[in-house]
T-cell receptor
Framework: NAGVTQTPKFQVLKTGQSMTLQCAQD?????MSWYRQDPGMGLRLIHY???????DQGEVPNGYNVSRSTTEDFPLRLLSAAPSQTSVYFC???????????FGPGTRLTVL | AQSVAQPEDQVNVAEGNPLTVKCTYS??????LFWYVQYPNRGLQFLLK??????LVKGSYGFEAEFNKSQTSFHLKKPSALVSDSALYFC?????????????FGKGTRLSVIA
């Protein structure tokens, strides 16, 4: 099992550019989510999905879109990057039961 | 709404001494509680969880945590700290039997173990 994978590991964007952060899991988990991590802020939930075709907003959804066309993949789209979106982004997945959440290695994004 | 508080941004402890990292939570209902650790430039690794049953939960790397329902706390403990335990620790909570409810994290506590 590869677990949760994320690409790219690093990315630099200019203000106004768009991009997609990729996330995939091979554990057949129903539940997937995206967090951003900023110093002193902990992990804040951006969007999450409870299954293919179902997504919902988290705490900080503005400026981000998601879709879930398959169980395995949950990409995060930045529509028009802003410096405030400079952060480390983590994708995670889990089953719907009491099991723990598994995290990807993260994507470090810098928006200039 | 559910929330987690980690009241200490930083905890310093000497190697070999016991360590405690504090966590309190607020949920409507019964909680699932988790601790994660993050080493520099890495993702989050699962340490332990409380689901039900025994209030003292044992996890990876010699860590344990005690669930206290009356105090709504889930403090992380280790009897003898190692320098290699230095990392960022996150407490997280979600409500029991709420499959759609996201996992909510505290802001993290940076543990520094000094040789």
């Amino acid at each position: 099992n590869a677990g949760v994978t994320q690409t790219p590991k690093f990315q630099v964007l200019k203000t106004g550019q768009s991009m997609t952060l990729q996330c995939a899991q091979d554990m057949n988990h129903e539940y997937m989510s995206w967090y951003r991590q900023d110093p002193g802020m902990g992990l804040r939930l951006i969007h999450y999905s409870v299954g293919a075709g179902i997504t919902d907003q988290g705490e900080v959804p503005n400026g981000y879109n998601v879709s879930r066309s398959t169980t395995e993949d949950f990409p995060l789209r930045l529509l028009s990057a802003a410096p405030s979106q400079t952060s480390v982004y983590f994708c995670a997945s889990r089953t719907s039961g009491p099991g723990e959440q598994f995290f990807g290695p993260g994507t470090r994004l810098t928006v200039l | 709404a559910q929330s987690v508080a980690q009241p200490e941004d930083q905890v310093n402890v000497a190697e070999g001494n016991p360590l405690t990292v504090k966590c309190t939570y607020s949920v409507s209902g019964n909680p699932y509680l988790f601790w994660y650790v993050q080493y520099p430039n890495r993702g989050l690794q699962f340490l332990l969880k409380y689901i039900t049953g025994d209030n003292l939960v044992k996890g990876s790397y010699g860590f344990e945590a005690e669930f206290n329902k009356s105090q709504t706390s889930f403090h992380l403990k280790k009897p003898s700290a190692l320098v290699s335990d230095s990392a960022l620790y996150f407490c997280a909570v979600r409500v029991v039997n709420s499959g759609n409810t996201p996992l909510v994290f505290g802001k993290g506590t940076r543990l520094s173990v000094i040789a």
